[in-house]
Every structure is written in C-alpha cells, then in structure tokens.
C-alpha cells in the first residue's frame, strides 16, 4: 500500500489531499454533494479528504488578502474558482468539486496521468473550454498551477468591477456563438468591461495559452483525456430513465469520476438512478436501481 501522505508521480511526489468546498458547510449540503464527499471517502481510505467551508477555509488558504477580495460580495461559484488554484499552489494535492462523485480509487489511475508537468485536468469539457476545472490534480509548486494562480491573482487584483456573469447568462451567450474555439478572456464582446462570464477561469488559461508559448508547451505535455465520459450525467440527468449507453458507460467504468448537478435532488421522487448521502456507494460499479 502506498504510504498516507505522498503519492509516487513521474516527476515528485503529491500531496495526499482530496480538497472539496461546500461553502454552507458538509452537514448543511443536499444530498448530491453529501454523496459525492462520501464516495471520495469510500474509494480513496488512504486519502485525506478535506471538506472546506466558510469557517474553515482560512485555516488553509487566504483569498482575501491572495486576489484582493470580498467574500461576502462574490458568488459561491466565482470563489470555488480562486479557492481550488490557492490551494493546490500552495498544498498541492486533488481539486474535487462537490458535486464529482468518485467511481474508482486515485491510486488506480492518477499515477499514469500525473506526468512531467505535475498537473492533470481533464481535456475539453466543451468546446470554448480547454480544460475541466471540477477535478485537478497537481503536485505543490507545480508550474502550471503556479503560472495560472497568478495570472488569477493579477486580475483580480487590478479589476475594479467585481460582478460574474451567471452560468445562465454565459450559456445564453455561447448558444449563439458561433466558434468552436475556446474562449480568450478579454473578449470585449462577450463579457464587456464590467462584468466576468462564469467561465473566466477558463478563459484566462486560453488566454495564458494564447500569449505564452513556454505555458503552451507545458500545457501541450499534459496527457489529453477526455472530460466527455465524466458529462454523461450532466447532459442527461440521472433523475430518469437513461439512455442504454449511459447506464452501459456507468456501469464499466468509462470515466473515473463523474460531474453531478446538486440541484438533481430537488426534482423530486421517482428516479431511475437514485443518489444520496444513504444510498451510495452502493454494492458493484453503480448505483442502486
């Protein structure tokens, strides 16, 4: 069994630490997130899963004083963003968000993808994104996280109007945008000079792909997986009947983790696949029919 606290990558060793953010706190969460910290726990025992929260938060990092910010003047969302990139740079370990349910332990497939640049995300989640944000993995220290970190710091700290556009007013916009090409943040058009799209996290990584050919590079040497497979509940729901290639994807294992709406639980009874705090991890691969 690998020892608690690092993990063997390529190039260094990786902090033992699953980092998850439910602001109002783990007790208080619906049942979605409760599952998905659950599943974390269940499959990776020898991991030290930390669920953050308002209260606790500035144990760890201080985003604050790091981007210059209001908490209390900023959406859950937007502070998630700054809140998993302070603490890889400075703790290094896994981003998970709340809403990712576990599937197969880390150390069965983290190892192979975790390569020189120390950094993994899954690839192209849509295509004005180049990378997945509700899971990363990244040693501390490691370049990319640390170039993106203060590529956030720097924008934050010198943006005078602090207003995110909501994921509905940034989908609204992509509906009708007709390029296949990820977003560059800084696209007067879209956002305008008052107001972030929910994305910009993202859109400030194209960027920093864009203007730096030594981010480029590294970037480029990340291993490509794709974020599709871990979608496959997103885009279909798992509060109905699923399509045969769903429940097949699931129930093999086509992704090791999978992006998860919490607002599923509010829809009320009658599920296919049903999810929550009690009924998973259930016996096998999936969940309980």
Partial sequence: M????????????????????WLQ???????????????????????????LDRNNMGDFIDLPGTFGIDLDTLPPAAISDMARLALLHRHGGVWADATC??????????????????????????????????????????????????????????????????ADQTFKWLKYHSSA?????????????????????HYLFARLVQKSPE??????????VSAKPSLIFSTQGFRRELHPYTRAAFQW???????????????????????????WPAPGTGFSP
């Fill in 101 to 166: 349910l576990c599937a197969r332990p880390l150390d069965t497939w983290l190892p192979t993808v975790l390569d020189t640049e120390k950094t993994f995300a899954l690839d192209r989640p849509a295509p004005d994104r180049l990378l997945a944000t509700y899971f990363i993995a990244a040693t501390k220290g490691a370049p990319l996280i640390a170039a993106w970190h203060e590529e956030v710091s720097r924008l934050w700290k010198t943006w005078p109007a602090r207003e995110v556009s909501t």
């Fill in 25 to 51: 706190g783990e007790d208080n969460a619906p049942p979605v997130p409760k599952a998905c910290i659950k599943s974390w726990r269940h499959y990776n025992p020898s991991w030290d899963v930390r669920v």
């Fill in 253 to 279: 294992g086509l992704s090791p983790l999978y992006k998860l709406d919490w607002r599923e639980a509010e829809l009320g009874p009658g599920p296919t696949f049903a999810i929550n705090e009690k009924n």
């Fill in 215 to 224: 981010f480029a590079q590294r970037f480029a040497r990340v291993p490509k």
């Fill in 2 to 21: 690998l020892p608690r606290q690092h993990i063997s990558g390529q190039d260094g060793m990786m902090n033992r630490v699953i980092w998850m953010l």
């Fill in 181 to 201: 090409q990820p977003i560059v943040l800084g696209n007067e058009h879209f956002a305008g000079p008052n107001r972030l799209p929910y994305f910009w996290a």
